[in-house]
């Protein structure tokens, strides 16, 4: 476990900057704006580009606080179970899309949130079984643990 400091210094080395998706977990909604303030202030300081964060958090209020600060930056809500009520709640608050546990969500679900103009995000699948679940939903953007699976899996390793 290293710091988020730690990490961008790590990849100031890298040709290209990965994509970061930063789960916020603020747990006092009185100190949104100094915490979000206080991440974006770091990943200033390492010149991070916003086009490759995305900011996730399953309440729009400091999302919200994050989008005051950074108007550009990518801002996602995590569904929970409830993949639907969070799409819906995604678009009343015009974010960017939706992330959640791939075995919460049909890819019919995925199809309408998409066709409503959402990203989606899966995340979760440790098994083979369930990585390929969530490649052939065809989400814009899937998080696993196990990247070596699923790089076998896109036929990549």
């Known amino acids: 476990i290293i710091t988020m ?3 961008l210094q790590r990849f100031q080395t890298y040709p290209d900057p990965p994509y970061l998706h930063i789960d ?3 747990q006092d909604p009185n100190r949104n704006a100094f915490y979000a303030k ?3 202030d770091l990943l200033r ?7 490759k964060l995305a900011f996730i958090f399953n309440d729009p ?8 600060l950074e108007p ?3 801002l996602m809500l995590d569904a929970g179970e409830d993949f639907d009520l969070s799409a819906q709640q995604a678009l009343d608050n015009q974010l960017h899309g939706v992330t959640a546990n791939g075995k919460h969500v049909s890819r019919e679900q ?3 949130a998409r066709a409503q103009g959402l990203q989606v995000v899966l995340f979760g699948g440790k098994s083979k079984g369930s990585i390929a679940k969530m490649l052939e939903m065809e989400p814009h953007a899937i998080q696993v643990n196990n990247v070596r699976r699923m790089r076998g899996l896109l036929g990549r390793e």
């Open 38 to 40: 206080s991440v974006l």
């Open 24 to 26: 916020i977990r603020n």
């Open 110 to 112: 995925l199809l309408r």
């Open 45 to 51: 300081k390492y010149n991070y580009p916003v086009e």
């Open 72 to 74: 550009e930056a990518m």
């Open 61 to 68: 209020a400091i999302l919200h606080t994050v989008r005051e």
């Open 5 to 7: 400091q730690a990490m």
